[in-house]
Nanobody, 119 residues
């Protein structure tokens, strides 16, 4: 059974940085892309960034471009989200997800990690 486990969330002051990790486990784990999403209270879940697993190609939402960086370590089956210049509006639960095939829906989800940015 495939599991995604996020870590690295916490409380940080505005302007600070955090690095989230998403470790995938399971003998059948296979992915073409991993993504980071977030959901703030009262808002819908939104895509923050994604990375092609074999290509390393990346894509970002406009509201994080230039501040966040997504990366992966294939050997460790782990994706990362480096978050710099954090703003109070970045406060949310952050989730990672993985998709098995191209142009398909997200197959696996982590449990989420809370990121709180104080002003």
């Amino acid at each position: 059974q495939v599991q995604l486990v996020e870590s690295g969330g916490g409380l940080v002051q505005a302007g600070g940085s955090l690095r989230l990790s998403c470790a995938a486990s399971g003998r059948t784990f296979s992915t073409v892309s991993m993504g980071w999403f977030r959901q703030a209270p009262g808002k819908e879940r939104e895509l923050v960034a994604r990375i092609g697993w074999s290509t390393g190609s990346t894509a970002y939402a406009d509201f994080v471009r230039g501040r966040f960086t997504v990366s992966r370590d294939i050997a460790k089956n782990t994706a990362y989200l480096q978050m710099n210049s954090l703003k109070p509006e970045d406060t949310a639960v952050y989730y990672c997800a993985a998709v098995k095939t191209t142009n398909a829906g997200w197959d696996y989800w982590g449990q989420g990690t809370q990121v709180t940015v104080s002003s």
